[in-house]
């Protein structure tokens, strides 16, 4: 038996990229998975997903920008399997424009799916790890935030810098609590529909091209971003508080 048969994993923005490879990851471990997305048809696809790999699974409709979602999504999930044990909160969005033609409506949906959604997020989940009496918890942060920027991403840089902040106050928090909060900062990972797939489709640009991007030589494969969420979720990784884990084939240390 594995680390996570029966346990309870909630993975936020799941109806593709790199939620739906997570909850898959958990899924594959014998956790039972809450999946959540604005995307019906998505997370429905998702859960169809997991449950062919023998796993229960459960899928909400969830806005993160909207509290009284999250804090309903937190109570069914509880509803349905008894508790939660992890959470990934990886529910983002991206939006490329240089900054002279960026709107204020931008400014607040980047803001309020990227930064709120997570802060939504860690107020429910950590309300009821505290009743559990312990969890863990990763936010999906990005390379490009405050360890890097890149052009036309500006807004969301600002909200994924905002989500490292939040990792580590949080973390100090609650980690007297047997709670962990660390965060990842992924780059190139082969996972259709995540941000750097985007950018790919928006500059032209093939997979093999992506590849010569990274030192590696090579695009991310989906269970490494998992492997690494799958540890930080794990008894092992007790010690590791606050912590932002890169994971990007060497792009930033290039």
């Not at 424009?97 to 709120?116: K, M, Q, W, Y």
Request: glycine residues 12%.
């Amino acid at each position: 038996m594995g680390e996570f048969e029966g346990r309870v994993a909630l993975v936020t923005g799941a109806a593709r990229g790199l939620g739906r490879v997570t909850a898959l990851a958990f899924a594959r471990e014998g956790a039972h998975v809450v999946i959540t997305d604005i995307d019906a048809d998505g997370g429905r696809e998702t859960l169809t997903l997991i449950k062919a790999v023998g796993a229960q699974g459960l899928f909400l409709r969830s806005d993160v920008r909207v509290e009284s979602e999250v804090e309903e999504m937190v109570a069914k999930t509880v509803e349905r399997f008894g508790r939660l044990d992890c959470a990934v909160n990886n529910a983002a969005i991206v939006r490329f424009a240089p900054i002279v033609e960026e709107t204020g409506e931008s400014f607040d949906l980047h803001v309020d799916t990227n930064l709120r959604g997570v802060f939504h997020c860690l107020k429910y989940e950590i309300r009821q790890m505290l009743k559990n009496g312990g969890g863990a918890i990763v936010n999906q942060s990005s390379i490009t935030g405050s360890l890097t920027g890149n052009a036309t991403e500006s807004l969301y840089a600002a909200t994924k810098g905002g989500v490292d902040g939040l990792t580590k106050s949080v973390a100090l928090e609650v980690a007297k609590n047997n709670i962990s909060v660390n965060a990842i900062a992924a780059c190139g990972i082969d996972a259709p529909g995540d941000v750097f797939h985007q950018w790919m489709e928006r500059e032209n640009i093939s997979p093999e091209e992506a590849g010569r991007l990274f030192p590696i030589g090579r695009m991310g494969r989906a269970d490494e971003l998992t492997a690494a969420v799958l540890f930080l979720c794990s008894q092992k990784a007790r010690f590791i508080v606050g912590h932002l884990l890169v994971v990007d084939g060497g792009w930033i240390a290039h």
